[in-house]
């Protein structure tokens, strides 16, 4: 059974950092490209960062480019995505998402979702 458990969210203040973490157990983790979507309320889920199974391809989308950085270690079936200078606007339930194929990060092409975390930032 293939489980993906994020942590790592809380309350934060403006301008302040947080660094998620997503454990996968119940897959070949080295072979899923890792991504990381988020879900603010009363909105749709939108991709956020992805890495390619090696680590050496990474994606964010324009919003968080040069705050958040994904990275992985594949020996720890771990993902993570560390955020700084988080904005009111970053407030959403992060949840990380497994694809098998090289991922379009599209919502509906992921494998597998974790639970999701929620990151609220006070303005």
């Known amino acids: 059974q293939v489980q993906l458990v994020e942590s790592g969210g809380g309350l934060v203040q403006a301008g302040g950092s947080l660094r998620l973490s997503c454990a996968a157990s119940?897959?070949?983790?080295?072979?899923?490209?890792m991504g990381w979507f988020r879900q603010a309320p009363g909105k749709e889920r939108e991709f956020v960062a992805g890495?390619?199974?090696?680590?050496?391809?990474?994606r964010y989308t324009d919003s968080v480019n040069g705050r958040f950085t994904i990275s992985r270690d594949n020996a720890k079936n771990t993902v993570y995505l560390q955020m700084i200078s988080l904005k009111p606007e970053d407030t959403a339930v992060y949840y990380c998402?497994?694809?098998?194929?090289?991922?379009?990060?599209?919502?509906?092409?992921?494998?597998?979702w974790g639970k999701g975390t929620l990151v609220t930032v006070s303005s």
């Open positions: 119940g897959l070949t983790f080295s072979r899923y490209a």
């Open positions: 998402a497994a694809d098998a194929i090289a991922s379009n990060w599209r919502v509906e092409s992921m494998d597998y």
């Open positions: 890495i390619s199974v090696s680590g050496g391809g990474t």
